[in-house]
């Protein structure tokens, strides 16, 4: 067994809550168990699929399956069988296993982003800005460069 691959146990438990291998129309899916191992090679190592290593199949073939599964809702049901089982064995805590958004931080850049499509839904451009663009000057003095055109000339 290699490091962040399935022990025997661990295959053991999960290996009843995934799809059967070979369904019931189609060609029998890829072994189940080297297909999860390189979803967890990826999701540990952070690592593009195209660097996953060869020994977990085509990257196309693990990441549709990691996606389709996803969708199918699949990775849901399997952490809610794991954990229902861990609870009727006791090995669940539940106080102690509860993640409080509140200790989540967000990146210091996440703080004060503006909101897209401005504050009701429109123009993105702040209102202070809109307001001094649509706005004649008030004055018949300019800046230099500038241009009094009156009304009357």
């Avoid at 029998?28 to 090679?41: E, K, M, S, V």
């Amino acid at each position: 067994m290699r490091r962040y691959e399935l022990t025997d146990e661990q295959w053991q438990r999960l290996e009843p809550a995934l799809p059967p291998h070979k369904p019931e129309t189609g060609r029998p899916n890829h072994d189940h168990r080297r297909i999860l191992n390189g979803i967890l090679w990826i999701l540990r190592t952070g690592a593009p699929w195209q660097d996953l290593p060869e020994r977990y199949g085509p990257p196309g073939t693990v990441s549709s399956r990691f996606y389709r599964w996803r969708q199918a809702g699949i990775w849901r049901s399997v952490l809610e069988g794991l954990q229902a089982d861990a609870d009727r064995r006791g090995r669940v805590d539940w106080d102690l296993h509860f993640v409080d958004s509140t200790v989540v931080r967000a990146h210091q850049h996440a703080a004060g982003a503006r909101k897209a499509g401005g504050e009701k839904g429109g123009s993105a451009t702040r209102r202070s800005a809109a307001r001094a663009a649509a706005s004649r000057p008030r004055s018949t003095s300019g800046p230099k460069g500038w241009v009094s055109r009156s009304p009357s000339a």
